[in-house]
C-alpha cells in the first residue's frame, strides 16, 4: 500500500502551488479548471504520489502543535540543503515558525503547517 495523494484547500491555487513548486522543487503533474476556466486544482509530483492543491471557498481551519486531522506536511531533506530550503520557504512567502535537531517547522503564504527534515540523518 502506497499513499496516492494529499489535498491542501487553497484560496489562491496557483498561487499556492507555485509556492510548493519552486520551495520543495516538484514537478507539476496535471493542472484542472472548473468549466468557467477558472483554476480547480494544480497536481503536484511527490515521487510516486501527488500533491493536489485545490480551490477552497471554505475558512482557514488553523494548527498550532498538533491538532485533529492532517496537520503538517514535512518534506525530507538532505542535511547539507536545509539552510537553503529554509532560506527558499522564506523568500518565497513562507514564515519559518520554530527550528529543531532534525526539523524545521514553517507556514505556506496560505497558513497551513509546512516542514523539512532530515530525520534520521545527524547534522
Not at 10 to 28: I, Q
Not at 81 to 98: I, N
Request: hydrophobic content about 40%; cysteine-free; overall charge negative.
Amino acid at each position: 500500500m502506497h499513499l496516492h495523494h494529499l489535498a491542501l484547500g487553497a484560496r489562491d491555487v496557483a498561487s499556492l502551488a507555485e509556492f510548493y513548486r519552486r520551495a520543495f522543487e516538484l514537478r507539476e503533474h496535471a493542472r484542472h479548471h472548473h468549466s468557467d476556466g477558472s483554476l480547480r486544482s494544480v497536481w503536484l509530483d511527490l515521487e510516486g504520489s501527488l500533491l493536489m492543491i485545490e480551490a477552497s471557498d471554505a475558512e482557514p481551519r488553523p494548527v498550532d502543535g498538533i491538532g485533529m486531522g492532517l496537520f503538517l506536511v514535512a518534506f525530507r531533506v538532505a542535511v547539507e540543503e536545509r539552510e537553503r530550503v529554509e532560506a527558499r520557504l522564506v523568500e518565497l512567502g513562507g514564515v519559518l515558525e520554530t527550528q529543531g535537531h532534525f526539523t524545521s517547522y514553517a507556514r505556506d503564504p496560505e497558513g497551513n503547517r509546512v516542514a523539512i527534515s532530515h530525520y534520521p540523518s545527524e547534522p
